[in-house]
């Protein structure tokens, strides 16, 4: 096929069709009241966290505001996809607009960009606090701390902006369906001629090495972590720095695996059920879960959550007596 006819066919797309997870319409309410279910849940947990962070001023450290930065992100994150897909069920369809995909695909790296860049900071922060905690409060001051959080964000607008130009600057000519909920880049990459997809395909090679290079630097720092855990003569001290670490483990190991085998696995792997898995453990189960991950053993945080509910009914129960009044 000549060139221009592939520049042509890419150039008269205007919508791409998503995964339609089920062609009943009982199946399709069925999908949209999990998916319903599953973003109010991811909303009222990291909203509350966030508030509860944001109001408890003994929760005014370095490792809550990076929390705090954490779950803005995974808001931003389940609420690009999740709701769209709702819709397409609820309305039966399955059309997403050419600007409507290019803006899932940019907004989609922007928050999982920055959130991988901010989990290395946290991992940074976190071996500062247990090897080095003379030197913590030098190393992770306020200005310090809203720095790299600066850089996390930006970083993650970078590479969103750079896969984005790269991604929509590729000739589709393989129709516009789309093997997932939401607009994946390597599913829209598999739309593009292979020519064009191979001579394209240098930037996501730098970037996977750029996020390689995150990721050795997250695991010898808790290697060295680890280390000085076990070294510790106090069994609650061993404890409350386990406690401190796991969860954030816990994490980056099912964030980074799934997202790194979703974007950089074999097209011999590939099907559209474990595509589907992958990318509902990688874009929907890590924004819901964090907050319960983040707050199960963690003692400051449950006690700020529990001022804030109790803060929210009593506020409530006030104003609905003053009603009845």
């Not at 705090?68 to 059309?95: C, E, H, Q, Y």
């Not at 959080?149 to 789309?178: D, E, K, M, R």
Request: proline fraction near 5%; glycine fraction near 4%.
């Amino acid at each position: 096929m000549p060139r221009d006819s592939k520049m042509s066919n890419s150039s008269s797309i205007n919508e791409f069709l998503l995964l339609a997870f089920a062609d009943t319409r009982e199946l399709q309410l069925l999908h949209f009241s999990l998916f319903l279910g599953i973003y109010l849940a991811a909303l009222l947990g990291n909203g509350l966290i966030s508030t509860a962070v944001a109001c408890d001023h003994r929760l005014h450290t370095p490792m809550y505001f990076f929390l705090l930065n954490l779950f803005l992100l995974d808001l931003g994150t389940i609420s690009t996809t999740v709701p769209k897909s709702m819709a397409n069920s609820l309305w039966n369809t399955r059309a997403i607009s050419y600007s409507g995909c290019a803006a899932q695909v940019f907004l989609l790296f922007f928050l999982i960009g920055g959130e991988y860049f901010l989990i290395t900071v946290m991992a940074y922060d976190r071996f500062v606090a247990i090897c080095r905690p003379l030197h913590y409060g030098t190393l992770m001051g306020s200005r310090a701390c809203v720095k790299m959080a600066a850089a996390a964000w930006a970083s993650g607008f970078l590479n969103a902006l750079l896969h984005t130009a790269n991604t929509f600057s590729i000739p589709l000519c393989q129709g516009n369906t789309v093997d997932q909920f939401f607009c994946e880049m390597p599913q829209i990459l598999k739309l593009s001629c292979s020519d064009s997809y191979l001579r394209e395909a240098g930037l996501p090679v730098v970037i996977a090495c750029l996020m390689f290079g995150c990721f050795v630097f997250i695991v010898l720092s808790y290697v060295q972590i680890f280390t000085a855990v076990l070294r510790m003569p106090s069994e609650q001290g061993r404890h409350k720095a386990f406690s401190m670490c796991i969860p954030h483990l816990a994490v980056v190991s099912l964030f980074v695996s799934t997202g790194v085998f979703a974007y950089l696995k074999p097209p011999s792997l590939s099907s559209p059920a474990l595509d589907l898995v992958v990318a509902v453990l990688y874009a929907v189960v890590p924004p819901t879960l964090n907050p319960l991950i983040y707050s199960m053993r963690n003692k400051e945080l449950k006690n700020a959550l529990r001022k804030v509910i109790s803060w929210t009914f009593f506020s409530t129960g006030n104003i609905a007596i003053a009603l009845h009044k």
